[in-house]
């Protein structure tokens, strides 16, 4: 990804970035943008309930994602 990239492989960066830093109302996402951004979040050290808040999804989902990433919940 080059520096100053606002998209990456069809996900919106910037929308994934105002969703992780809570900047004004969190944009619609696509469910592959919603992964991205709760990876982000994830190693940021963020909990799945915050995650879950901010992306308008179930702690589970969060949950289910990261045991699919390998990372547990």
Known sequence: ??????????IDLIAVERAVR?????????????RYACREMTEAGMSAAVIAERLGIADRTVTRWREAEGGGA
């Open 1 to 10: 990804m080059f520096p100053g990239s606002t998209w990456h492989r069809g």
């Open 22 to 34: 809570s900047w004004g109302l969190c944009p619609e996402l696509t469910e592959d943008e919603q």
